[in-house]
């Protein structure tokens, strides 16, 4: 066994191009400098077809012309935005041997040696995204987004009123083109945040809340069972690749401390974590014995590193605790377990909502986000929307309100497992309770006998919450219940949940959102194979499925496929008709003339039938 | 290669019980001979709980005490229902070598040897269900359904009541215990039907239709350019082992007859098949070959064989194919792009059309359910609920009264590619323009983005459109758009589909939905892991995931999985919190307490923060 772990690490994460698409990087006319990264697929030529552009949160991975160095870490993009902001330089805080859970000699992952100055916004007017925006004040990170969320246009489509027509936003306003005007005025409401720590200089901005494109988390994270640090970093550029907005480091055991500094270092998207399970690891997993002051400085220690946002579980108090006495499956929050333990043992208030107002203090000199945990979710249909769960809701709406007071930004994490006739009630009652801070979801999971296919199970809710106006849809992936993810199962859950959140997206009528699907569409009635694989969410899987049983290069253009061969492609035979249609180019002159005869004119005599 | 395809046919099918269940019959008190199939899940007997009896579509297959002869097909258990009702042996029509595609000698497929005595209902009172229904006559098969449906119950549930009051059926009237009465007065109505052609005794007969539990249809068959014989038998066998209520046969190319007599003699479920393919092989593939004659011979060959249900494509009109001319996808259904070519080559209506009243009587005759195709559903988000989509479910609207008049059950066919905010008006559609005539959907895909994993994107739209009131989904498998479907790829889909509808059931609040979930779920917070495996839809695949990381047998026992590790596992964590709670019994007492107390028991002076 090597001595540390990083020669496995820096062999396995992967790099170069999605399949059939390129990087590409665009700015505002006004901000030439602000790169915001794109993936642009190439379409065949020959079809007069445009390149798309799709939304990328792949990072410099994708990038042929970056040299990626793990060590090093990757390009730090926000530094020179933060030169005008008055953060001083903070001595930081020293790496005590509880935050790898003492781990030593062999069993001690090297820390990540990029360079990594720490900084402190306690001094400054503005530190979070939330005071700026307050202030009337347009920051890069609102820039940025802006033009991330147009996909790179510098105009509303042309056919925004079409759009408009078509599509049901459930009360959010979603306009034709995003100003960041429009950004900064969505964060100054709270209807809207970017995670984004100002010790993650190397962060690409992304903006979560219900007026925006809808977002996908992806956890990661080893478990004192199983994986290592080259597997979690290598699960970060994986689940990114495939489009995970917001990577969440869950690691327990040992280590933790050195594996979130190689994921952070190496993040372009914000990374989450939950605190409480690392200051549990530092007093050896008995909840009984944490403290404020180890919660504490374990805040600072996550801060200071540069995670982007922190699950707090505060709204676990001491007197919601026996509303799950009688639940079928009691507490299935790690976190809200370890609180209810807690303040169960100790018969007192929990601590993290005792020392609310500080941990806000902590964090806004740090601009990270509040991601409030929901430690009393349902884990089973039989649970759902239970009075521990809203009671739960209803104090996480009092915590939004003092977080927003201390210039915090704030999301509020929901369930969890919910048949679909509940759903609807639960983005009503959060966006009621916590004033529309951004909701962000796990699943919901619509049925618990799915085991082995949670991902589908709560893909069915995810879509429908996502449509309702939840901001961000956590992932589950296939070994939800059964295990930790390997690498596949991160793909697979994170296009999963693509697709829930692009059919939430369409639902909800965002402009642009159809753009692929037609692009998709027009390939496949052309039988132009190749740009129906780009264009698809993963190439790399159409095309193996394609060529399970039709390998040949020639059929990349034969107009059928084996599922119907070629007499019964009705893609052949309904393009025939058209061509033949418009030969005789009678078709649509013929429909008007049909509807102008109240639709007699092809009536036979067989009509009395 | 072998002479005939038999011996490979023989070895392939899959038999035996799904893991950790057995197969059961039961039977109403008062006709004690009507052996309805279930599947027992045996639970850990020291947990005290019963075992759990679900709904099984597998057949005999999965039967210990049944040998499975494919040559002699499966017992012909109707056989003896049919005694008093009048049916007449017919002279079947001569095998012709068109119906196998003019294959021949080593190319043909050997018939299914079965014993096989052709029924004819034509001279008889009543043959179809809906005759019966209308006539007041409870059959056989409706006793065995509403058995069936209730699960084996005798009685309603105890806790019916708050079955009611959770769930939203969206005009649906779903009783909590299924009498006989209320099957025929629901396919009186025309709510519902029972697909069982008189020509196949060996059918286990199953209801579909909004008041009952949602079905599921899997597609098989083989097409011009890959699969054989024995796969599709094992197809059949397979998708049937993991919860396909019906199943279709949609091969087409040579020895289509053949096939389906292979598949018929040997299905328990309802067969399904879409007559039109096999007329086109019979005129080389070319659609203005088309005749009224090819067809009609057709539907008597298949009807003859016991097909249950035929999809008839009859709502394809002429003057409705310029309405798809500006579509983005065109026609994408393989029959109605047939017709529309037939109608232009021709510039006449539809022969379906015309002969509609004369393909009513004969699907009379054998009690051949119609499936009214939706030829013009959309192929893309870009054409859904068009004009085309809508003018042809008008159309189908009334061919329905007039299946109807003619005695025949009918179901409706429906998309396809919908996006989410689109989906409820096409059930509210159907149901007005189609009398209630249940519905059957094709999903709906809910994005066009997701190539290699459609059967998320449109278990998505099904399970929605379940809910709101479809009575059966027709699966989508991973390979969608890309290629036939193999055998992992049926049970994907089956699997994911069941996923989908048992969401929809519970979300309708059908009575005894929610008691497999709540099993399931008492397994989960109890660490019965081999309950939890069994309990859930694929047993050997969550057992298998479960094992990756912690293969041995201690670990199915073992307080915690891979995903969290013993530590951070919240369902230990919250079941010491429970078990302490209950030594101190104090949880329910102070939990009423504090209600009683207007909240104010637990809270500290830490609440004014």
Same sequence: chains 1, 2.
């Avoid at 993009?77 to 020293?94: H, S």
């Avoid at 194979?529 to 020639?554: G, I, M, V």
Wanted: hydrophobic share 40%; proline share 6%.
């Amino acid at each position: 066994m090597p001595d540390n772990h990083l020669a496995p690490l820096a062999l396995s994460v992967t790099t170069g191009p999605i399949t059939g698409s390129q990087k590409r990087y665009s700015a505002p006319e006004t901000f030439p400098d602000l790169q915001v990264p794109f993936r642009e697929i190439a379409l065949d030529p020959s079809a007069g077809e445009d390149p798309v552009r799709v939304y990328d949160t792949s990072g410099p991975y994708t990038d042929v012309s970056v040299a990626i160095d793990l060590a090093a870490g990757l390009p730090k993009r926000r530094d020179g935005w933060f030169a005008k902001r008055g953060f001083a330089p903070a001595v930081p805080r020293d790496v005590k041997p509880e935050d790898n859970g003492f781990a030593e000699g062999r069993f001690l992952v090297a820390p990540c040696p990029a360079e990594h100055v720490v900084r402190d916004g306690e001094a400054a007017s503005f530190v979070t995204q939330l005071e700026f925006a307050r202030a009337g004040i347009i920051t890069e990170e609102m820039r940025y987004v802006a033009h991330r969320e147009n996909l790179g246009r510098s105009q509303p489509l042309h056919d925004a009123a079409l759009r408009r027509a078509d599509g049901e936003d459930f009360g959010a306003s979603i306009p034709d083109f995003i100003t960041p005007e429009f950004v900064r005025a969505e964060i100054a409401a709270g209807r809207a945040i970017i995670p984004a720590n100002i010790n993650h200089p190397e962060l690409e901005p992304v903006i979560i809340g219900r007026n925006f494109l809808v977002k996908v988390n992806a956890n990661i994270g080893n478990s004192a069972v199983t994986s290592s640090v080259a597997d979690e970093v290598e699960k970060l550029v994986w689940a990114t690749r495939w489009g995970a907005d917001t990577v969440m480091d869950l690691s327990t055991g040992r280590n933790i401390h050195n594996i979130r500094g190689w994921i952070i270092r190496n993040a372009a998207v914000p990374i989450g974590t939950v605190p409480l399970y690392q200051a549990l690891e530092k007093v050896d997993g008995e909840p009984e014995r944490l403290s404020w002051a180890v919660f504490r400085d374990t805040l600072i220690e996550q801060a200071e590193q540069g995670v982007d946002y922190f699950t707090i579980h505060a709204g676990v108090r001491l007197h919601h605790v026996p509303l799950t006495a009688k639940r079928v499956t009691g507490i299935v929050s790690r976190g809200g377990s370890i609180m209810a333990r807690w303040c169960l043992a100790h018969h007192r208030e929990s601590f993290l909502y005792e020392h609310f107002a500080e941990i806000c203090d902590i964090m806004r000199r740090y601009d990270v986000s509040f991601s409030l945990g929901d430690g009393l979710r349902p884990g089973s249909i039989a649970d759902a929307n239970d009075a521990a769960q809203f009671a739960e809701l209803e104090t996480l709406g009092e915590l939004t309100k003092i977080a927003w007071a201390k210039g915090c930004q704030v999301m509020i994490e929901g369930p969890g497992h919910v048949p679909m006739h509940k759903i609807k009630v639960n983005v009503e009652k959060q966006l009621r309770e916590c004033g529309e801070a951004p909701f962000y979801t796990l699943g919901p999971l619509t049925t618990d006998i799915g085991a082995g296919y949670d991902h589908i199970t709560s893909a069915i809710g995810a879509a429908m919450i996502g449509w309702f106006g939840t901001a961000m849809l956590c992932y589950v992936t296939p070994k939800e219940h059964l295990g930790l993810p390997n690498r596949d199962d991160v793909k697979t859950g994170v296009i999963t949940y693509r697709i829930a959140a692009h059919a939430a997206d369409l639902a909800k009528g965002h402009p642009a959102a159809q753009i692929r699907d037609h692009a998709v569409s027009r390939a496949r009635f052309q039988f132009r194979w190749q740009d129906q694989f780009n264009l698809s969410l993963d190439p790399d899987t159409a095309r193996a499925f394609h060529d399970e049983t039709l390998p040949k290069e020639a059929h990349k253009t034969a107009h059928f496929c084996s599922m119907c061969g070629p007499k019964f492609c009705s893609m052949r035979i309904s393009q025939d008709l058209q061509a033949e249609a418009e030969r005789l180019a009678g078709l649509d002159q013929k429909s008007e003339e049909f509807r102008d005869r109240g639709g007699s004119l092809y009536l036979t005599e067989s009509q009395s039938v």
